[in-house]
Each structure stands twice: as C-alpha cells, then as structure tokens.
C-alpha cells in the first residue's frame, strides 16, 4: 500500500492530468473531478484521510459537490457573447429592411459581392455598384443569396 506521500502525490497528478484533459473534452465536467482529486491529496497531505476507502469517498464527495455547486456558474463564465441572435423559427421576410455591411463590393449581374449580417457572410446582389465597407439595406433574399440596396 501506498504512504501518504505518495498518496498524495498520486491524487495531485490524477488531478493535474484530468484538469489537462478538459481543454480536449468538450463538456465542462471533468474539472471538477480534477479538483475533486486535488482536494483529496490536500486531504491525504495534511493526514485527514489515510485510507484508500477514505480517500475515495473524499474524491467522489468532493468532485460531485463541486460538479453540482459550480458547473452552471462555471459555464456562464466561460459562454461567448452574441449581441443579437438569430431566431431560426422567424420568416425570412423579416430580413427586409435589416442593415447589413459590404465585405467584398458588390458589381452589378456579377457573383462575387459579400455582405456580413448578423456576423455571418452572405453572397449578395444589388442593382447598383456598391463598395466595400458601405451599409446597406436588405430587400430580399434568393435562397443564400441576399438583394441589398445603399443607404443613402
């Protein structure tokens, strides 16, 4: 059987190696058992658990506590921002009007104009030649295709 020394070594890198190995699985779950084990060496390490039963009720009691007490909190911190987004159910008529900004000029009857809407690239057509970096207005769409016009 292991000392506590080395005991707590053990827990430290069981830690170490399942807090590395959340960057690489998706979930934000196993750092808390990551921490659970890093509790449980502080524990072995000061001598308040020196059982291996204890040392794994330790593990499960603490990584579970802070799975259920932080992980909400956790995943807010760590959520991107959107300023607005995009309701899939709302009719695509609901474009129209909406301002949107030129990323690549737009050329009259020629493919190859870009607008960003709503943080997504959409190939775009208008009647009028219109240069990068302009706002303009949404008229219609032809499938992913969106119909602007300048904003005067």
Known sequence: MLDNASAELL????????????LALPGFVIVFFGVGAWITAL???????ST??????VFLISSILSLALFRNKGKRLFEGKVSRVWNPESSMEDLRGQRAVVLQAITPGSPGGRVEFHGTSW???AE???AAGQMVEITG???LTLRVKPIP
Do not use: H
């Not at 524990?43 to 658990?49: A, F, K, N, S």
């Not at 291996?52 to 009720?57: G, I, M, P, R, W």
């Open 43 to 49: 524990c072995t390490g000061i001598g308040l658990v």
């Open 11 to 22: 827990w430290f890198l069981v830690g170490l190696v399942l807090l590395v190995s959340e």
């Open 52 to 57: 291996f039963n204890a040392q794994l009720l």
């Open 141 to 143: 769409q032809d499938n």
């Open 123 to 125: 190939n775009a057509e």
């Open 128 to 130: 009028a030649a219109i």
